[in-house]
């Protein structure tokens, strides 16, 4: 159902009938009058109304960030890169310290030739065009296994915008840029625990990172690989 006809069930009349519908079924046939009714079981009804009124507030909740996740839009930064000042602010505040601005501006400033496939910086934008999210596809994450690419890095959803399904949106729209791009799988590493294992994301190895810290690294297929070849 949606929020219209949740919102229904905030009517005294209509929760009498379901009350009174639900005592059909169960055999007692009440009278269909004023809920001061003798046959109208008040804590009954006072149970129902809580109920439905708390379906209500669940439901509004739902709608509410479908809304979010549907209105905020992803754009990669050389498509639009009168953003690239804002980009080059933003994933330094999330991922840099004091001293690497530049590496980040650098890289970041680099990305925004259309003709270069790789590296690509991603923005996820709410309705007023805000910055609340980010990922980047890179040749390498600054990780000992250089055998391996494309990767997925600096994944990123601002606090309040956090549990809405941003970032599983981001993830997903990172893997179909991957496989439109001609790549078969995608890969990533953290020290997060079971939470790209819950976005089917899977353990492959362990490897270093440039701090000589031990991480997990996973691999996730993109839908080129799992699209089969037309056939001929």
């Known amino acids: 159902m949606c929020v219209k006809d949740y919102a229904r069930f905030n009517s005294p009349v209509l929760i009498h009938e379901i009350y009174c519908w639900v005592q059909i079924r169960e055999g007692a046939v009440p009278g ?13 009804f006072d149970g129902l109304l809580r109920y439905l009124q708390k379906s209500l507030t669940f439901c509004v909740f739902l709608e509410t960030i479908k809304d979010k996740v549907m209105n905020t839009r992803i754009v990669e930064l050389s498509q639009s890169p009168e953003l690239a000042g804002k980009a080059v ?34 923005l996820a934008l709410d309705q007023g065009d805000r910055i609340i999210g980010t990922y980047a596809l890179l040749t390498n994450d600054l990780i000992s296994r250089q055998d391996l690419m494309p990767w997925l890095a ?79």
């Open 154 to 232: 600096c994944l990123f959803v601002a606090e309040e915008h956090r549990n809405q399904g941003i970032a599983g949106r981001l993830l997903e729209h990172g893997l179909k840029e991957a496989g439109d791009k001609g790549f078969e799988k995608l890969y990533l590493y953290t020290d997060l625990v079971n939470f790209y294992e819950r976005k089917g994301w899977r353990h492959l190895c362990n490897g270093y990172n440039v701090g000589m810290l031990e991480v997990k690294i996973y691999v996730r297929e993109t839908a080129r690989a799992t699209t089969p070849p037309p056939e001929k």
């Open 89 to 122: 602010d933003f994933f330094w505040k999330c991922w840099g310290n004091d001293k690497n601005f530049a590496f980040y501006e650098d890289c970041i400033v680099h990305s925004l030739d259309k003709n270069v496939p790789l590296p690509k910086f991603y």
């Open 32 to 44: 269909f009058g004023d809920p001061g009714n003798s046959a109208f079981q008040a804590p009954i």
